[in-house]
């Protein structure tokens, strides 16, 4: 497939366990983003890597979550000590380059369940 | 990123014309002017932007106001397809992060 694709689609926890989504973009994107969707609302940003890096973080709601790219292409985020309050859909994301020009590709999202 | 203001719903006949508005009174001079749409239970899709001209590609038309304080997209013929919630978003072309600010979108309704 030439898309963005994330697994789990879809994963049901209990509160207080740790959960890893991962994303693999579309390959050569540089840019990669992940997003929280919430019902009714729009995605929310998350952290945005270029390359390897953590280019910006600001949208990570706390220290519970924390996301990786180790060579700057597959990405996970990882949630610890899961809340209920987490439970939303977990959007990935990925373009040739972070610019504004260019389009961002967004994967169908993994839908994340706290019990 | 600079705000946006769209209406929360819209509805529309088959194959009619439909004109989503957008108001960005603060847009600086360096924001690109982004759509983007989401289809029930996928993620967001691109469909066009533009900067200061109006803009056609295959999927809709973009008018952008010459104050370019507000901007429409123009579906052309909606089809049910077409129903989804439409994202209107500005992005710096000077900034470097790139990522998208979403807001709640105007959710579109499509009636045969």
């Known amino acids: 497939g ?19 989504l991962r994303c693999d ?3 050569g994107h540089t ?3 992940w997003y929280r969707q919430s019902l009714g609302q729009g995605p929310e940003f998350l952290i945005y890597f270029q390359g390897t890096g953590a280019a910006d973080d600001s949208g990570l709601p706390n220290d519970r979550f924390f996301a990786v790219r180790p060579e700057g292409s597959v990405s996970t985020l990882k949630i610890q000590r899961t809340e ?3 439970s939303a859909v977990y959007l990935c994301a990925s373009s040739p380059e972070g610019t504004h020009g260019n389009t961002i590709y967004f994967g169908e999202g993994s839908w994340l369940t706290v019990v | 990123d600079a705000k946006t203001t769209q209406p929360n719903s819209m509805e529309s006949n088959e194959e009619e014309p439909v004109h989503l508005p957008c108001n960005h009174s603060t847009i600086s001079g360096t924001d690109y002017i982004h759509w983007y749409r989401q289809l029930p239970s996928q993620g ?6 533009g900067l200061t001209s109006n803009v056609n590609n295959r999927m809709a038309s973009l008018a952008i106001a ?5 901007s429409t997209l123009i579906l052309h013929r909606a089809t ?11 992005r710096d072309v000077g900034g470097s992060q790139g ?11 499509v009636k045969p």
């Open chain 1, 2 to 20: 030439a898309g963005v694709s994330q697994t789990p689609s879809n994963k049901v926890t209990e509160k207080g366990k740790y959960v890893e």
């Open chain 1, 25 to 27: 973009p579309i390959s």
């Open chain 1, 31 to 33: 840019a990669l983003y």
């Open chain 1, 84 to 86: 209920r309050g987490d």
């Open chain 2, 44 to 49: 967001p899709e691109y469909v066009i932007h």
């Open chain 2, 66 to 70: 010459e104050d370019r304080k507000s």
């Open chain 2, 80 to 90: 049910l397809r077409d129903a989804a919630v439409y994202y209107c978003i500005l």
């Open chain 2, 99 to 109: 990522n998208l600010i979403f807001g709640k979108g105007t959710k579109l309704s």
